[in-house]
């Protein structure tokens, strides 16, 4: 069975106190959680207090980058093995607005993936095309070549400790999000080109929908076989609204029931 798993990307927002709120609601909601792992990924500064907060809960916790390199004189950077001392599980690599901000590409993002791999955590690899690019007909073309690049650096057999997520850029942070039956064509096409490889990845290999998902639309996106749970941005960031996001992936059965 495919874990499923509804992912919070809280990207540069938060406060102290808004954080210590937000971080409780949410862990006394999730108790009742059966088969969704419920994961929220925050800025580094505040990995201290999301541990303290939530040590214990069923909530999970991440961050939503990493250097590739394991030590260093690298200013500013922050490594895999630094974010395990703070008991992260989860860390988001390739996140379109770090590739497009921040000059990420293909590789590095292969390589971010492989630091968290070693460190003893999970990453979750981000994949998807622009607006234009889908206009263009090339959706298929870019994911491909985004998930060829991590199977190239990592092989099948470490791709397996890692999480997918197709996040189409156009969909992201605009309110537009993927149609349920548009999400479920790239999550399987994805599946395919992971299967292609090795037959037990394909089959395994949770694949995460994120772009303007919202408690209005989250379960008909997590109810499409090869959607394995959200990767959720804006939403996860209103307690009420993550928690039902949360709820819907755990009641929605997607391939398995
Ligand atoms: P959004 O962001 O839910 O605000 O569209 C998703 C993401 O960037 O991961």
């Known amino acids: 069975m495919r874990q499923r798993l509804a992912v919070g990307n809280w990207k540069m927002f938060g406060s102290l106190p808004e954080n210590q709120a937000l971080l409780d609601t949410v862990a006394a909601a999730m108790a009742g959680l059966r088969k969704t792992i419920c994961v929220v990924c925050v800025p580094f500064p505040y990995l ?3 541990q303290a907060a939530l040590a214990g809960s069923k909530v999970a916790w991440g ?17 895999a093995g630094m974010l395990r001392e703070f008991g992260c599980r989860y860390v988001i690599v390739g996140h379109s607005e770090r590739r497009q901000w921040f000059g990420e590409d293909d590789r590095t993002v292969a390589l971010k993936a492989k630091a968290v791999l070693t460190a003893g955590m999970v990453p979750i690899i981000c994949v998807g095309e622009t607006l234009s ?10 994911v491909g070549r985004q998930i060829a690049a991590a199977l190239d650096e990592l092989g099948s057999e470490i791709l ?9 850029v156009w969909a992201i942070g605009t309110g537009r999000t993927a149609s349920p039956e548009q999400a479920q064509a790239v999550h399987a096409s994805i ?33 499409m076989p090869d959607v394995d749970g959200g990767l959720i ?19 929605t059965s997607g391939r398995d029931g």
């Open 191 to 223: 599946r395919g080109l992971l299967a292609k490889r090795d037959g037990s990845l394909g089959d395994l290999a949770p694949i995460l929908y994120g772009g303007s998902v919202k408690a209005a639309n989250a379960a008909e996106l997590f109810a």
């Open 233 to 251: 941005g804006g939403a996860s960031l209103v307690a009420q609204e993550f928690i039902s996001i949360c709820r819907a992936a755990d009641q």
């Open 160 to 168: 397996k400790g890692a999480v997918l997520a197709y996040e189409p």
């Open 63 to 79: 961050a939503q980058n990493v250097s590739q390199h394991p030590k260093g004189a690298f200013t500013g950077e922050v490594s």
């Open 48 to 50: 201290a207090q999301t």
């Open 133 to 142: 690019e889908r206009e263009s007909g090339v959706t298929e073309k870019v």
